[in-house]
């Protein structure tokens, strides 16, 4: 892959490519032993392992699931964000020691975490373990998302203590200028007014007239919060806010029961506007979905190998990497909900005095008055996929954000 850059010069192209052609024939030459090798360490280890006592396996087999939570957190929730912003992380090796600590503050069956980490790391032996953390976290951003080797304007490392700035606060902004700019490529006026009269801009009104169903028309089922006003709507969690708009959004709450249907033939309430807001959002997301493809298909496709070559001699050119792709491809709806998130965020942001903020086990968050947002999730599931806007209104303004301002972009 050093070999293809543009800005390397022939000589160094020549001895890289021969490299790489050595490198391939030796791999492709032992690839049968190392099969082997694997099994028959599979195979080992079964037979050892059966000689241990039963709770400590089980206990160790706890653990190394714990384990590879924790990698699976940090890679799918806080390193694939940054890598989307042309960002990446050059210390995952300490990020999944930070992520470890607190998933065993979180997890009763990770406590011997504690106690390991803080044990001096194998790391250490080595010569320069930060250079060798910083290739390796490369050589992950590579392998799980398919950036290119080397380092240019638009592919930077980032530290953990610039994360929040470079990664999560680019991050909302960029998403909320997707949003307001899909919105005008569909006409949708300025703060939801339907004359265009005094323009409110890229504001949180803006999102939430156009994907709200109208305060005043009747209740049509799951999505509709009749329990919950006022100040209950603005602290009720989310396993709240599940229970009652038939929404999962992973906090372990059951989905509601549908409601009670009406006789055949008596028209439902207020159907025909909920089918307009529906259709408003089924629209918007399909256009933020093709334009989220069409800038991911912006990076460059992968030359023509040449003839005689086969999968394994283009296997790391530029644009047949993902090798191993953390997530399938987000739909239009999962889109929109995180381009609403982000939009919320980037107000709370601007007018509420909020700070962007990174979890090690759940990614970017929004930290308002210090304190972590977890509720989010719900209200704006409600919204999405109901046209139920009145949960997140009322943490707006139980939060004190100005929805009708204008919020920064980038």
Not at 198 to 219: M, N
Not at 328 to 355: F, I, K, N, W, Y
């Amino acid at each position: 892959a050093l070999g293809t850059e543009p800005d390397r010069g022939p000589l160094a192209r020549l001895v890289l490519g021969g490299t790489g052609r050595a490198a391939r024939l030796l791999l492709r030459a032992c690839r049968e032993e190392a099969a082997e090798m694997e099994r028959a360490v599979a195979a080992t280890s079964s037979e050892r392992a059966k000689t241990v006592d039963y709770g400590l396996r089980i206990a160790a087999q706890e653990q190394i699931g714990l384990a590879y939570a924790g990698w699976d957190r940090l890679l799918n929730r806080v390193a694939l964000p940054a890598w989307r912003t042309g960002r990446w992380p050059s210390r995952l090796d300490a990020g999944v020691v930070a992520a470890l600590t607190e998933l065993s503050r979180r997890d009763r069956l990770a406590d011997d975490f504690t106690t390991r980490l803080g044990e001096r790391p194998a790391c250490d032996l080595l010569e320069e373990p930060g250079t060798v953390d910083e290739a390796t976290s490369l050589l992950a951003a590579r392998l799980f998302h398919g950036e290119p080797a080397g380092r240019g304007p638009e592919w930077l490392p980032v530290d953990w203590e610039e994360y929040a700035d470079e990664v999560v606060d680019r991050t909302w902004r960029t998403e909320a200028a997707r949003l307001h700019r899909i919105l005008d490529e569909l006409g949708v006026p300025d703060g939801g007014r339907p004359d265009g009269a005094e323009p409110g801009g890229a504001t949180l009104d803006r999102v939430l007239e156009h994907l709200a169903v109208p305060a005043g028309t009747a209740p049509a089922g799951p999505g509709h919060l009749p329990e919950l006003t006022g100040e209950e709507l603005a602290t009720a969690s989310d396993d709240e806010l599940a229970l009652r708009t038939g929404v999962d959004i992973g906090g372990g709450a059951q989905a509601a029961r549908s409601a009670r249907p009406r006789p055949a033939g008596v028209p439902q309430p207020g159907g025909e506007v909920r089918r307009q807001v529906a259709e408003r959002a089924e629209q918007l997301a399909s256009a933020l979905a093709a334009e989220v493809a069409r800038e991911e298909a912006g990076v460059p496709a992968v030359a023509p190998a040449p003839v005689g070559q086969g999968a394994d001699e283009t296997l790391w050119a530029g644009g047949r990497l993902p090798l191993c792709p953390l997530q399938p491809p987000r739909t239009g709806r999962e889109l929109l909900a995180e381009h609403v998130v982000a939009m919320v965020c980037c107000s709370a942001m601007d007018t509420a005095g909020a700070q962007p903020g990174l979890d090690w086990l759940d990614g970017p968050v929004l930290l308002v008055r210090g304190r972590r947002v977890a509720d989010l999730g719900g209200r704006v599931a409600g919204l999405v996929e109901h046209g139920d806007g009145a949960a997140l209104r009322a943490w707006v303004q139980g939060n004190g954000v100005r929805s009708d301002k204008p919020v920064r972009l980038v």
